[in-house]
């Protein structure tokens, strides 16, 4: 079995499916977007009905599904259950509703689905931009709050730039603003509670559904955190700033300022911010600006050339990253939970 880097070609979300979607998408990170309404590129996805496919090499076409049931670990390391993680890029033209998301537990029992824990790195953005980041309900009863229709004065907002990293673990109340593009890795999970939406209403005139029970019961009212700065230790090739390693995934920026080296044993999902190429065996790959490309777990051999930052997303391995860092493990979110 021949394995290689799969260069994926993204599923979108859009028009109806993503009313507060643009066309930064195709314009700034040139994408094959469908219209001027498209909210999400699914560039690494297992999700049912929403997968990404394939664009290189001799399984080109095929869905990342079909290539996880072809390679196997060999492709993904070792996990249990579905396939754990998602990877997207986002183009909000305007403010995404108030959302929350549950924890495993809580979702399998009222969904049927995983919980979902997330992290954003901020691409682009108009100035002024802004997210929903938890909550300041100075101790009062969320539930009171809700009921009296004060969430909007007690959502917590921080003005954002570009390179600015956020995490929002389940139970955090949060909602991305307008004229914002995210890179953002998650659970592979659609589970989400809406809390609120602006009034805003659909064709049909209606407003769209809340969850709000759902939503209370979840909520973390009290948890507020800090935008993430990380911390970044030499390497051959540059430098590596680690982010986030939670349970679920871990989050990693590569500063490339020649030819780097990328650990086997693990999948990798690579975005360079800029032309980069991926070397393995006797093969190389060019890579475009945002594209997204899949290290098998196996692969070895394989290492990142040039001058650009390249987002990297991946299973979390933590104790191996804990005895890497030592005591700067502290400024990586989650790390020492």
């Keep these: 079995m021949d394995i290689y880097p799969l260069l994926m070609a993204p599923y979108f979300r859009h028009g109806e499916a993503t009313p507060w979607g643009g066309s930064m998408l195709r314009d700034a990170f040139m994408k094959d977007a469908p219209d001027d309404r498209t909210g999400e590129s699914l560039e690494v996805s297992a999700l049912a009905d929403r997968e990404s496919v394939v664009r290189n090499g001799v399984h080109a076409g095929k869905t990342f599904t079909k290539m996880i049931e072809l390679w196997g670990e060999s492709l ?3 996990y249990e259950g579905e396939f754990p993680l998602l990877l997207k890029l986002l183009d909000a033209q305007q403010m995404l509703s108030v ?22 790195i901020v691409l682009n953005c108009e100035p002024g931009a802004k997210i929903a980041y938890g909550l300041n309900t100075n101790g009062e009863d969320l539930r009171k709050i809700v009921e009296d229709g004060r969430l909007e004065s007690a959502l917590h907002w921080e003005v954002v730039r570009p390179g600015d990293v956020f995490y929002i673990p389940n139970g955090m109340v949060h909602a991305l603003g307008g004229g914002i593009q995210v890179y953002e890795i998650q659970q592979s999970s659609d589970a989400t509670y809406r809390f609120w939406d602006w ?37 051959k090739g540059g430098s590596r700033t680690y982010y986030i390693s939670e349970e679920h995934f871990e989050l990693c920026r590569l500063n490339l300022s020649g030819k780097m080296p990328l650990e ?6 690579l975005t ?3 032309p980069c190429t991926l070397h393995w065996a006797d093969e190389t790959l060019e890579l475009n600006a945002f594209d997204s490309v899949v290290v098998p777990a196996e692969l070895e051999g394989v290492s990142l050339e040039g ?4 987002l990297m997303s991946s299973l979390p391995d933590r104790e191996k990253l804990r005895a890497e860092l030592g005591y700067r493990a502290e400024n ?3 790390l020492m939970d």
Aim: net charge positive; hydrophobic share 30%; with cysteine.
């Design 307 to 310: 001058d650009t930052k390249v």
């Design 264 to 269: 086997s044993g693990r999948m990798l999902f």
């Design 199 to 235: 009034g805003r209403v659909g064709k049909d005139g209606k407003p769209r559904e809340l969850h709000t029970e759902k939503a209370l019961d979840v909520s973390v009212p009290d948890r507020h955190l800090s935008r993430i700065e990380g911390t970044t230790v030499l390497c």
């Design 332 to 334: 990586v979110a989650g």
């Design 99 to 120: 959302q929350v998301h549950p924890g495993d537990a809580y979702g399998m029992a009222h969904d049927g689905k995983l919980g979902k824990s997330e992290a954003w």
């Design 76 to 78: 993904t390391g070792a």
């Design 272 to 274: 360079p911010m800029s």
